[in-house]
């Protein structure tokens, strides 16, 4: 880089790129290449590599085998280096001066953040469950309130930043930068804590904001199971004239391997795009006629390619999902008419009834119990269960069964009328699908933090007593309502262990339910099934380069202790890989726990605990880490620590402790 830090890669060239130069791909995270997601480079890297292109994986900025340091996520530094790398890649011989990106996830995000006044090097953008949004659409707040996700994340992220680099890479040096590293850890969960609104420091790198800006077509992958999956059909709307899309029903991973399934060929349809975009040459802007690398010539890319789905019998793992394939040509806001239905004396219906009754918002915390988590990252369960018990502990409005099918394509919104005794509320709202034996699937779920603007951005404590007209937005989807199914609307003060609860337990209610609507919007034109198939995913290589030491199923857990605290948890085992060309073996496992006491919210608390452990011939590295957050009513108390270990000796203690004031929420 320009200020001399060296960032590491690793590099897979066609035969004969340095006589003939190629296209490049790269790969940019700070998910270790050595160890940690060696296995998943190795699945798509070299496929490319094989067909055509120069492929890089990079470690970014203070992790992995890069010099430097992180500070926290989407630094100034790592979104400039971002741009140096293009313009580096594209000056090598064996590159002939195009470059794209591609991701999951941080990696995909990072794409999309290079794509903003990209460099002329930048020729396309394929960015798998990324967010555009760092603040609505991440892992640390949802309608302006804590997700208790970024506690995980918290105690996670310095650990992967806490362990060593290799002495392959770095030699004799190793040692000093890993203490150096070490030395210069930070803690960003206090950052993510303490920024309660949309503010400056979560706009930084949120391209949300300035997706005109875009400058090179942008291929967004998403999956319904994903806490990212909104990013899809909001970029879409935002900037359709650069921006394509695929939505299917799997959570956080790249889709060849996406569960719930059915997953999808990812490398064949990336394949389609990069021979389209870096070799191909389209007059309309469209992906028409791109040369495939097999001499055929690529179909009509439509605009969205999205899985509907449909009603499954909620449980906490699936493995493939009801529904179909669709595609379109256009925003979904340009297909979707808009359907408003009126939520009253406990029916939802198309007809708006006058009256100034009032209605209570259950405050009862244990709503969402029966959420599942926040996004399926992978890990092994984790859907939401049947919605009953949470919504006999809510405030319910529900259609009579349905005459004909109907499909939600796009973002509903909610707007009603609040009236609250507390200067801090927050409001859960669930979107269920109610089959005629009486199961209940959530389909859609937004919160809100009352004391924040619509548009999350300004903050001020609500006025007790006072009327405010509210204003809430749904992620996307594509969910298909089966005719004789009814609609429920389901709404709770709470919804935790997903969102951390307001500090009171205060009385909400509606402050006219005639005046509660909901607008759906409703697919009618423009859509059909899939033009071309979408295609399987590979098989896996007969010879992989990594055996799979252990690979045990997470375990969850709920318990009532007996002074009726709730406790929700649940634990991955330690899993591990050995690669045969490093003799490493890198394992991980995790440990959750929340608690909280019925009656008092400011009981709950929330910790994780991460262990890395990386097996190499030179010795073994490990690191502990682990981040709590409890609270009172006017604070936040946050804690972590790490220790990292080499051979078994300690040489790294770390403690982190901060009480930052609840402003907000």
């Keep these: 880089m320009p200020d001399g830090v060296k960032l590491s890669a690793r590099l897979w060239l066609p035969a004969g790129a340095e006589a003939e130069p190629v296209p490049a791909l790269f790969e940019y995270i700070p998910y270790r290449k050595a160890d940690m997601v060696r296995a998943r480079d190795e699945r798509n890297h070299p496929y490319f590599a094989a067909h055509g292109y120069a492929c890089l994986r990079i470690d970014m900025r203070g992790s992995g085998d890069s010099e430097g340091h992180m500070p926290d996520m989407y630094s100034a530094e790592e979104l400039t280096d971002a741009r140096h790398v293009i313009e580096w890649i594209s000056r090598q011989t064996w590159c002939n001066g195009s470059v794209g990106m591609f991701g999951t996830s941080w990696g995909g995000t990072a794409g999309l953040q290079a794509a903003i006044d990209g460099p002329a090097a930048l020729k396309t953008v394929i960015a798998v469950c990324a967010t555009h949004d760092r603040y609505e659409d991440d892992i640390h707040h949802k309608g302006g309130l804590l997700l208790t996700d970024s506690i995980e994340w918290g105690a996670t992220l310095p650990a992967i930043l806490a362990m060593p680099p290799t002495v392959t890479a770095m030699g004799r040096g190793w040692r000093r930068a890993w203490q150096d590293r070490l030395n210069d850890l930070t803690f960003p969960l206090e950052n993510w804590v303490r920024e309660e609104e949309r503010s400056p420091y979560w706009q930084r790198g949120s391209i949300a904001l300035q997706a005109d800006r875009i400058s090179c077509p942008v291929l967004a992958v998403g999956g319904w199971s994903d806490r990212y999956s909104n990013s899809v059909m909001s970029l879409i709307e935002s900037c359709p004239g650069k921006v394509w899309g695929i939505v299917g029903p799997w959570g956080h991973h790249y889709p060849d391997v996406g569960h719930p399934g059915p997953a999808m060929g990812f490398q064949q349809e990336a394949l389609r795009w990069w021979d389209f975009w870096m070799r191909g040459q389209g007059s309309d802007g469209r992906p028409q006629v791109g040369?495939?690398?097999?001499?055929?010539?690529?179909?009509?890319?439509?605009?969205?390619?999205?899985?509907?789905?449909?009603?499954?019998?909620?449980?906490?793992?699936?493995?493939?999902?009801?529904?179909?394939?669709?595609?379109?040509?256009?925003?979904?806001?340009?297909?979707?008419?808009?359907?408003?239905?009126?939520?009253?004396?406990?029916?939802?219906?198309?007809?708006?009834?006058a009256g100034q009754s009032r209605e209570l918002v259950p405050h009862d915390l244990r709503v969402g119990l029966a959420a599942g988590d926040t996004g399926y990252f992978g890990r092994f369960g984790g859907l939401p269960t049947d919605?009953?018990?949470?919504?006999?502990?809510?405030?319910?409005?529900?259609?009579?069964?349905?005459?004909?099918?109907?499909?939600?394509?796009?973002?509903a919104a909610l707007e009603l009328d609040l009236h609250c005794d507390q200067p801090l509320a927050q409001i859960a709202v669930r979107l269920v699908d109610i089959a005629p034996n009486g199961q209940a699937s959530r389909v859609g779920l937004t919160c809100r933090n009352l004391a924040l603007s619509d548009d999350l951005c300004r903050g001020q404590p609500l006025t007790p007593g006072r009327i405010g007209r509210y204003r809430v937005r749904f992620p996307t989807t594509a969910y298909r309502f089966a005719a004789g199914h009814r609609i429920r609307l389901s709404l709770s003060c709470s919804y935790w262990p997903l969102v951390w609860p307001s500090p009171s337990a205060g009385r909400l209610e509606l402050a006219a339910s005639g005046t509660t609507q909901i607008s759906l919007p409703v697919l009618q034109v423009g859509s059909q099934a899939?033009?071309?198939?979408?295609?399987?995913?590979?098989?896996?290589?007969?010879?992989?380069?990594?055996?799979?030491v252990s690979a045990p199923l997470l375990k969850r857990s709920s318990e009532v202790m007996a002074d009726?605290?709730?406790?929700?948890?649940?634990?991955?085992?330690?899993?591990?890989?050995?690669?045969?060309?490093?003799?490493?073996?890198?394992?991980?496992?995790?440990?959750?726990?929340?608690?909280?006491?019925?009656?008092?919210?400011?009981?709950?608390?929330?910790?994780?605990?991460?262990?890395?452990?990386?097996?190499?011939?030179?010795?073994?590295?490990?690191?502990?880490?682990?981040?709590?957050?409890?609270?009172?009513?006017?604070?936040?108390?946050?804690?972590?620590?790490?220790?990292a270990c080499w051979d078994g000796a300690a040489i790294a203690t770390r403690q982190w402790s901060s009480s930052i004031p609840r402003r907000l929420s």
């Design 387 to 411: 919605q009953g018990i949470d919504d006999s502990r809510s405030l319910t409005f529900e259609t009579e069964p349905l005459s004909e099918a109907l499909v939600l394509f796009g973002a």
């Design 530 to 548: 899939l033009a071309r198939p979408m295609s399987l995913p590979r098989e896996a290589p007969p010879a992989p380069g990594y055996d799979q």
């Design 291 to 353: 040369c495939g690398h097999d001499g055929d010539l690529a179909r009509d890319w439509p605009r969205l390619r999205a899985w509907v789905r449909e009603f499954d019998p909620p449980s906490q793992v699936l493995n493939q999902r009801n529904g179909h394939w669709v595609e379109v040509d256009g925003p979904p806001s340009e297909i979707s008419n808009s359907l408003r239905l009126y939520a009253k004396d406990t029916c939802l219906n198309d007809r708006q009834v």
């Design 564 to 643: 009726g605290t709730l406790t929700e948890a649940w634990h991955q085992p330690f899993s591990s890989q050995r690669f045969h060309a490093t003799a490493t073996t890198f394992g991980y496992q995790t440990k959750a726990r929340h608690c909280l006491q019925p009656e008092d919210p400011t009981s709950a608390s929330s910790r994780f605990d991460h262990r890395l452990k990386s097996e190499r011939p030179d010795g073994t590295a490990q690191v502990e880490s682990w981040a709590q957050v409890t609270s009172t009513k006017s604070h936040f108390l946050v804690a972590g620590g790490l220790t």
